[in-house]
């Protein structure tokens, strides 16, 4: 390709307001366009990014078993969630309700139903890799919130626990061989509760929205919502006789702590949500009274996994009022009654720290007032106690006692196991008797475009991109400075038709540009090879080779020079594959 013809000019700075510095520099080496809120154009050089990048996937992929399909991009409504609310839904002329597809899990199951009838046919591994649109409402990081991006979605089939556990090992190591050979440096992070399968794959980046917690003692990784950790027990002490004490304008935990000089762990907090659960007379709605240790929080998720819902929103102070407590000053003490009365069912929530830390203070239910001394058990009861809290940054590792950290990222994939209430409900299989038996399903995917903005967030310095071999738009930048008898052009000219013909995919600057601009914008493209033919070069003897990703500079016979392209480029894509190869990374 000549970049005389290439489609995308390089800018000298980025539009105002592209975050993070990744983005900025696709915009500015003429990657990308937006054409509005989380909506982009893909010029040339990210389309073929994008296409090497798939291409990775598809190979890991097919290298299982797996088998590539193609589904349609519009689905009948009732094949989307209702839940998550990212579908953008239409009619058609015939007022038929249809949806644009943000997940196809409801889509693979109908055709898994109707296509599998035997054991004999099982485990199946299916695939595919197109664009997918979520009507995010306010799409605010660029490319990693983009509403339209291309991704892979892969469902496996198993008979049983066994084939459901292979197969998810098979899966998780062919994504992870897939990252590495794009030479982006992924954390698996457990994204479920208990020993389910649910897996996340997370790039670590300053500016991600998702909190991860890990630990360098021992490795665990976890999304933070669903995190366990090690909660340090209350001060062992006999339990002391319960009294009331005036508090004024201690509403919360911390004015609380202050008022009565104590630590917060020494408090049992009250957090009151309303729940929407699914029951056999449809959707109804609970009031949850949670009690938790005051140095801790909630885990929505972890809440949510435990009561079975399916949303959580806080309860407003005239629905805290209307089962007798006081916001800023409840306590589930002496509010039994009143809360099994409440207008709609409701169930008390207990950390599993506040069992094991005596004489806390709680709430009075009355303004102005707490109580000291309080002891679940002895003063109150709950229907559950269960781990409901998330982690802080030095919380101790459940598994290895070191201190946890928490980090930020980007979810890149998922890895999970489609549940009983989902997908795989209706997908049924024949054993050897005749008896018909569910089938068990997994869902893995990538979101492709995101992989790509990632790999540019890692792979860049000061001057610009710096692509991976295995996936850079082209492998070889190839400048051309003219000299005055023309002899440079015409040589760079049969250089490029050589590469061309050897199979080396080679962007050639042929520009009437100043040598300093041309070398700035192969910066800022960052192929990894670039080969200059000029005067200088010629008199020294042949081209000069540069490798992106380091400062050294050689001179090659033009004789040699396709050979050493060669040679150069597959060094480089061995060490990607080894895990050595190195970019002057986040120097920006």
């Excluded at 010029?43 to 590539?68: C, D, F, K």
């Excluded at 046919?121 to 339209?148: C, M, S, Y």
């Excluded at 079975?308 to 006081?326: K, M, N, Q, S, V």
Aim: aromatic share 6%.
């Amino acid at each position: 390709m000549r970049l005389s013809s290439l489609l995308g000019d390089t800018l000298r700075e980025a539009p105002a307001g592209a975050e993070p510095a990744g983005q900025r520099l696709l915009l500015r080496a003429g990657f990308i366009r937006p054409l509005g809120a989380g909506l982009f154009a893909y010029l040339p050089l990210a389309h073929r990014a994008l296409t090497r990048v798939e291409g990775v996937l598809r190979e890991e992929l097919t290298a299982i078993g797996g088998q590539e399909m193609r589904l349609s991009a519009a689905l009948p409504a009732e094949m989307i969630k209702t839940t998550d609310g990212e579908a953008t839904r239409f009619a058609d002329r015939k007022a038929r309700d249809l949806a644009l597809g943000a997940s196809w899990e409801a889509a693979i199951a109908e055709i898994v139903r109707k296509e599998i009838r035997s054991h004999r046919q099982l485990p199946q591994l299916l695939f595919h890799i197109q664009p997918q649109f979520r009507d995010e409402l306010r799409p605010h990081a660029g490319l990693l919130d983009a509403r339209e991006f291309t991704a892979l979605e892969a469902f496996g089939v198993c008979a049983d626990e066994a084939g459901a556990r292979a197969q998810a090992d098979a899966l998780r190591g062919a994504l992870q061989r897939a990252f590495r050979r794009c030479a982006l440096p992924v954390s698996i992070v457990e994204a479920g509760l208990g020993s389910a399968i649910a897996h996340r794959f997370v790039y670590l980046m300053p500016e991600g929205e998702d909190e991860i917690v890990t630990c360098d003692g021992c490795g665990y990784a976890a999304d933070r919502r669903m995190a366990t950790f090690r909660k340090p027990p209350g001060e062992a002490e006999p339990l002391r006789p319960m009294e009331k004490v005036a508090t004024p304008d201690a509403k919360t935990i911390e004015a609380l702590a202050r008022f009565l000089d104590i630590p917060k762990r020494r408090t049992a907090k009250a957090v009151f949500l309303v729940t929407a659960h699914q029951a056999a007379e449809g959707q109804q709605a609970r009031f949850v009274f949670v009690v938790i240790r005051g140095d801790l929080e909630v885990s929505a998720v972890k809440l949510a996994a435990t009561l079975g819902a399916a949303e959580l929103r806080p309860a407003t102070d005239d629905e805290i009022r209307a089962i007798g407590a006081a916001p800023g000053y409840a306590s589930p003490i002496g509010l039994a009654e009143r809360i099994r009365r409440a207008p709609w069912p409701a169930v008390v929530v207990v950390d599993d720290s506040v069992p094991a830390s005596p004489n806390l203070v709680a709430g009075a239910n009355e303004v102005g007032y707490h109580l000291l001394n309080t002891n679940y058990g002895r003063d109150y009861a709950a229907d559950i106690v269960a781990d409901i809290a998330a982690p802080n940054a030095g919380d101790a590792c459940l598994r290895c006692g070191a201190p946890l950290q928490i980090a930020r990222g980007v979810a890149i994939g998922h890895l999970r196991r489609l549940g009983a209430q989902g997908a795989e409900a209706s997908s049924t299989y024949l054993v050897s008797d005749g008896a018909s038996r569910p089938a068990m399903m997994l869902s893995a995917g990538v979101n492709i475009s995101r992989l790509m903005a990632c790999i540019a967030e890692q792979h860049h310095d000061n001057g610009g991109l710096i692509w991976p071999p295995s996936v850079a738009p082209y492998s070889v930048h190839l400048v051309a400075l003219a000299g005055r008898d023309g002899d440079a052009l015409a040589q760079a000219e049969a250089l490029y038709q050589a590469l061309q013909r050897a199979g080396v995919e080679t962007l050639f600057d042929d520009r009437a540009e100043s040598p300093g601009v041309k070398f700035a914008d192969a910066d800022l493209i960052g192929l990894p090879l670039r080969v200059t033919v000029a005067p200088k070069s010629l008199a020294a003897g042949g081209a000069e080779f540069k490798r992106r990703d380091a400062d050294a500079r050689e001179i090659v016979p033009l004789g040699e020079a396709v050979r050493r392209a060669q040679d150069m480029l597959n060094r480089m894509a061995a060490e990607v594959q080894a895990g050595t190869w190195r970019a002057q990374t986040n120097a920006e």
